[in-house]
């Protein structure tokens, strides 16, 4: 043991006394508490496109904190926990602009599903355990003074029990759904197409089910990256055809129960339209700490960077300053990327991780190797399992959940967190404010290939280009953000207009996405960035 308190000190403060000495009122980042108690832990949790956002837990756990309207309590008299009747919430709409949230109804359990959003916006949510392990739901948003709920499908069902799957939308708009706990085989939604067998991930299960919840990213080239353990390998989901394996990543297993995550850095159309993808894994926990429940297990500090498309890709290692399990990576407007919750000891699991990591860090891609890490300012509340990070429309953060207990437990180590925290990176610090931009105009929808105007407004002069970005609102749980993706638009210099108010005022002209190859259709955020500093974003569909 005092091996391991040795090695959890030098790699976590590794930053904070090194060139020069930092206080944490240095350090990049703030913190403000949204919501005390939110009711519910929301294990699962996605932004929708009028800005709310779904919190999602699980039933069949015992009461939540959040009351039901009358009249709408869960019978189900298979529920361990409440056989004769649930009248708390297990899901909740919450909106950010007024701090305000309301109970939604959800019946069939939720637990370790998977989500995505459908091209019209509406929340598509499939399987999970017990009675919901075949299940489809979907939430179709509204306005926040109307009220919208969950809708539980009968039919169609999935083709198989799927429970710690993935799902990523395809250029079509159409669901594919990956894996899942004794599922080594893929789906679609709608199920127009055949379900296939999946042998790759039957090959990556070990001892210790290493398999689950695989980082599944769409290529600009529309085929898959699906990564599971510490293996990856090129997908064609229309034939159902691995096409390339790839090098296995150095080090240990990656994907859950072993705690990583991963993120598709920035779709960029300079140096290549839009055809040299890079994927970053970090982080992980020691082979064998699932296993044994080994909680004092140091999690791994590495990550991996990968071109997929290469002609021969291979993994460039870096060291992340702290060792991190149950990390979300969360795409930023910048092209940064935000490591955030997580602990650095143990594995994913009920009661399996301790030393929870507080500090974020900052992944600059952009940065040589040796330098693309940045520390910022910690939080105080531990966010380790079923925890979750999203980007909002603002460009802050919200953070989410965390009960690495069965039930509701508090006044316990890392009890059950219902707070809601959000984040702001140093790029909304108030000296930055007059570089940030205003959206005056943007369209609503546009095509593929479609050129558009967006215009803007600046405190000062622009100097260069400012950026038109498109950031997806994906579903994160279980440290993945399912469907996370961001797209550099190609644009024009920046035109100025009559200016007033003591205001600038530019358009930039826009081309869009080519194809749902590189960017599925539904609705996005649309960040102008503005020398490193994003706008509040607007909301534009892209349709077929």
Same mark, same amino acid.
């Given at each position: 043991?005092?091996?391991?308190?040795?090695?959890?000190?030098?790699?976590?403060?590794?930053?904070?006394?090194?060139?020069?000495?930092?206080?944490?009122?240095?350090?990049?980042?703030?913190?403000?508490?949204?919501?005390?108690?939110?009711?519910?832990?929301?294990?699962?949790? =996605?932004?929708?496109?009028?800005?709310?956002?779904?919190?999602?837990?699980?039933?069949?756990?015992?009461?939540?904190?959040?009351?039901?309207?009358?009249?709408?309590?869960?019978?189900?008299?298979?529920?361990?926990?409440?056989?004769?009747?649930?009248? &708390?919430?297990?899901?909740?709409?919450?909106?950010?602009?007024?701090?305000?949230?309301?109970?939604?109804?959800?019946?069939?359990?939720?637990? %370790?599903?998977?989500?995505?959003?459908?091209?019209? /916006?509406?929340?598509?949510?499939?399987?999970?355990?017990?009675?919901?392990? !075949?299940?489809?739901?979907? $939430?179709?948003?509204?306005?926040?003074?109307?009220? %919208?709920?969950?809708?539980?499908?009968?039919?169609?069902?999935?083709?198989?029990? !799927?429970?710690?799957?993935?799902?990523?939308?395809? *250029?079509?708009?159409?669901?594919?759904?990956?894996?899942?706990?004794?599922?080594?085989?893929?789906? @679609?939604?709608? *199920?127009?197409?055949?379900?296939?067998?999946?042998? $790759?991930?039957?090959?990556?299960?070990?001892?210790?089910?290493?398999?689950?919840?695989?980082?599944?990213?769409?290529?600009?080239?529309?085929?898959?990256?699906?990564?599971?353990?510490?293996?990856?390998?090129?997908?064609?989901?229309?034939?159902?055809?691995?096409?390339?394996?790839?090098?296995?990543?150095?080090?240990?297993?990656?994907?859950?129960?072993?705690?990583?995550?991963?993120?598709?850095?920035?779709?960029?159309?300079?140096?290549?339209?839009?055809?040299?993808?890079?994927?970053?894994?970090?982080?992980?926990?020691?082979?064998?700490?699932?296993?044994?429940?080994?909680?004092?297990?140091?999690?791994? &500090?590495?990550?991996?960077?990968?071109?997929?498309?290469?002609?021969?890709?291979?993994?460039?290692?870096?060291?992340?300053?702290?060792? !991190?399990?149950?990390?979300?990576?969360?795409?930023?407007?910048?092209?940064?990327?935000?490591?955030?919750? /997580?602990?650095?000891?143990?594995?994913?699991?009920?009661?399996?991780? &301790?030393?929870?990591?507080?500090?974020?860090?900052?992944?600059?891609?952009?940065?040589?190797?040796?330098?693309?890490?940045?520390?910022?300012?910690?939080?105080?509340?531990?966010?380790?399992?079923?925890?979750?990070?999203?980007?909002?429309?603002? /460009? !802050?953060?919200?953070?989410?959940?965390?009960?690495?207990?069965?039930?509701?437990?508090?006044?316990?180590?890392?009890?059950?967190?219902?707070?809601?925290?959000?984040?702001?990176?140093?790029?909304?610090?108030?000296?930055?404010?007059?570089?940030?931009?205003?959206?005056?105009?943007?369209?609503?929808?546009? +095509?593929? +290939?479609?050129?558009?105007?967006?215009?803007?407004?600046?405190?000062?002069?622009?100097? +260069?280009?400012?950026?038109?970005?498109?950031?997806?609102?994906? $579903?994160?749980?279980?440290?993945?953000?399912?469907?996370?993706?961001?797209?550099?638009?190609?644009?024009?210099?920046?035109?100025?207009?009559?200016?007033?108010? /003591?205001?600038? $005022?530019?358009?930039?002209?826009?081309? =869009?996405?080519?194809?749902?190859?590189?960017?599925?259709?539904?609705?996005?955020?649309? @960040?102008?960035?503005?020398?490193?500093?994003?706008?509040?974003?607007?909301?534009?569909?892209?349709?077929?």
């Amino acid at each position: 043991m005092k091996q391991r308190n040795f090695r959890f000190f030098f790699f976590h403060f590794p930053i904070l006394f090194s060139l020069p000495l930092l206080s944490l009122a240095q350090l990049p980042g703030t913190w403000e508490l949204l919501l005390e108690n939110a009711g519910i832990a929301s294990m699962h949790t =996605a932004v929708t496109h009028f800005g709310t956002v779904v919190l999602l837990d699980r039933t069949d756990i015992g009461p939540s904190e959040l009351h039901l309207p009358a009249g709408h309590c869960r019978y189900d008299p298979k529920d361990r926990a409440l056989p004769h009747g649930d009248c &708390t919430a297990h899901s909740a709409l919450f909106d950010p602009s007024t701090l305000s949230f309301r109970p939604l109804s959800i019946l069939t359990d939720t637990w %370790c599903s998977s989500g995505q959003f459908l091209p019209d /916006g509406t929340l598509l949510q499939t399987g999970g355990d017990l009675d919901g392990l !075949r299940r489809f739901r979907t $939430f179709s948003p509204c306005a926040p003074n109307l009220p %919208c709920d969950w809708r539980e499908l009968h039919a169609p069902l999935l083709a198989v029990g !799927r429970w710690y799957a993935t799902n990523q939308i395809l *250029p079509d708009g159409s669901i594919i759904i990956v894996g899942g706990r004794a599922a080594p085989s893929v789906e @679609f939604y709608p *199920p127009s197409r055949p379900y296939h067998l999946f042998p $790759f991930l039957a090959a990556a299960e070990d001892s210790q089910m290493d398999n689950l919840y695989p980082f599944v990213h769409l290529l600009p080239d529309g085929h898959l990256f699906v990564f599971a353990n510490s293996r990856a390998v090129l997908y064609d989901s229309d034939t159902g055809a691995v096409i390339r394996e790839y090098p296995q990543i150095p080090g240990g297993p990656r994907s859950y129960p072993s705690a990583g995550s991963s993120a598709m850095l920035t779709l960029d159309i300079a140096g290549g339209g839009y055809l040299h993808p890079e994927i970053v894994v970090c982080g992980g926990a020691r082979f064998g700490a699932f296993l044994h429940r080994d909680t004092d297990a140091q999690a791994d &500090t590495s990550c991996g960077r990968i071109s997929p498309s290469d002609a021969n890709p291979v993994w460039a290692m870096e060291d992340m300053p702290f060792p !991190r399990i149950m990390g979300d990576m969360v795409m930023l407007p910048t092209g940064d990327v935000l490591i955030i919750n /997580g602990a650095m000891a143990g594995s994913q699991g009920f009661e399996m991780a &301790t030393q929870p990591c507080f500090y974020p860090l900052l992944y600059r891609p952009d940065q040589p190797s040796g330098l693309r890490f940045m520390t910022l300012t910690p939080t105080t509340i531990a966010r380790m399992y079923h925890s979750t990070a999203n980007l909002l429309p603002d /460009g !802050r953060v919200l953070l989410a959940g965390s009960n690495p207990h069965y039930f509701y437990r508090f006044n316990v180590e890392f009890s059950t967190e219902l707070r809601l925290e959000a984040f702001s990176p140093e790029y909304l610090s108030p000296d930055r404010s007059n570089l940030r931009p205003l959206i005056v105009v943007a369209p609503e929808k546009v +095509g593929y +290939g479609e050129t558009f105007n967006v215009e803007v407004s600046v405190e000062l002069p622009v100097v +260069g280009i400012i950026d038109v970005n498109l950031a997806s609102a994906p $579903f994160s749980t279980h440290s993945f953000s399912q469907g996370q993706r961001l797209v550099k638009l190609e644009v024009s210099a920046a035109v100025e207009q009559s200016g007033e108010d /003591g205001r600038h $005022f530019y358009r930039i002209s826009c081309t =869009a996405p080519p194809d749902g190859r590189v960017a599925p259709p539904g609705y996005y955020m649309a @960040f102008a960035v503005n020398q490193g500093v994003p706008s509040v974003a607007k909301w534009v569909q892209l349709v077929l």
